[in-house]
T-cell receptor, first 116, second 112 residues
Framework: GAGVSQTPSNKVTEKGKYVELRCDPI?????LYWYRQSLGQGPEFLIY????????DSGLPNDRFFAVRPEGSVSTLKIQRTERGDSAVYLC??????????????FGPGTRLTVL | DAKTTQPPSMDCAEGRAANLPCNHS???????VYWYRQIHSQGPQYIIH???NNETNEMASLIITEDRKSSTLILPHATLRDTAVYYC?????????????FGGGTRVLVKP
């Protein structure tokens, strides 16, 4: 079946602008995760949703970052007043149910964000 | 989650088995060992996971030592398409295990 999809695949923006990154999870998966990967490093956790609610947002670096999942499916990561340090690949993953015994996270291809 | 230690890089000959080690000496009883890989410019791909028994699937085998302080991922017949960064991750289930903590991984280069 279809995997996790993310749009856009690439986003170039200017410092100070607002961006939205979209994630479509695997159908039927109730848990959704956002990670950020800087060049040469492993992914770092940002936030995860169980259904519509953000169950853990401890990885969001500051209040410029916000994520929503209003209907429990598609999620949008929103970054306000972008800075050059926000440049990274933003990865989304989904799983059947957070914390369950079959809770394997499956990743999308990522969105490469470049802030000029 | 327990910390993992992996060699930063290793080479492997095409067609041969690739054995990727991982140390996780502080693993606790309810923590699983997960392996993912990341091919260049793609998202991480799930490979396999285990608790204490050895596991095998169509991609790889996972051998976990009896004391669970280390494990080895085995790619039985490496191909050029197996060139990737391989991440060993220790995680619990429940709220504590929902965030995957990636280390530096092992950069595997499969050579013809």
């Amino acid at each position: 079946g279809a995997g996790v999809s993310q749009t856009p695949s690439n986003k170039v923006t200017e410092k100070g602008k607002y961006v939205e990154l979209r994630c479509d999870p695997i159908s039927g998966h109730t848990a959704l995760y956002w990670y950020r990967q800087s060049l040469g490093q492993g992914p770092e956790f940002l936030i995860y949703f169980q259904g519509t609610g953000a169950a853990d947002d401890s990885g969001l670096p500051n209040d410029r970052f916000f994520a929503v999942r209003p209907e429990g499916s598609v999620s949008t990561l929103k970054i306000q007043r972008t800075e050059r340090g926000d440049s990274a690949v933003y990865l989304c993953a989904s799983s059947h149910q957070a914390g369950g015994s079959t809770d394997t996270q499956y990743f999308g291809p990522g969105t490469r964000l470049t802030v000029l | 989650d327990a910390k993992t230690t992996q060699p930063p890089s290793m080479d492997c000959a095409e067609g041969r088995a690739a054995n990727l080690p991982c140390n996780h000496s502080t693993i606790s009883g309810n923590e699983y060992v997960y392996w993912y890989r990341q091919i260049h410019s793609q998202g991480p791909q799930y490979i396999i996971h285990g608790l204490k028994n050895n596991e095998t699937n169509e991609m790889a085998s996972l051998i976990i030592t009896e004391d669970r302080k280390s494990s080895t991922l085995i790619l039985p017949h490496a191909t050029l398409r197996d060139t990737a960064v391989y991440y060993c991750i220790v995680r619990g289930f429940g709220a504590a295990g929902n965030k995957l903590t990636f280390g530096g991984g092992t950069r595997v280069l499969v050579k013809p």
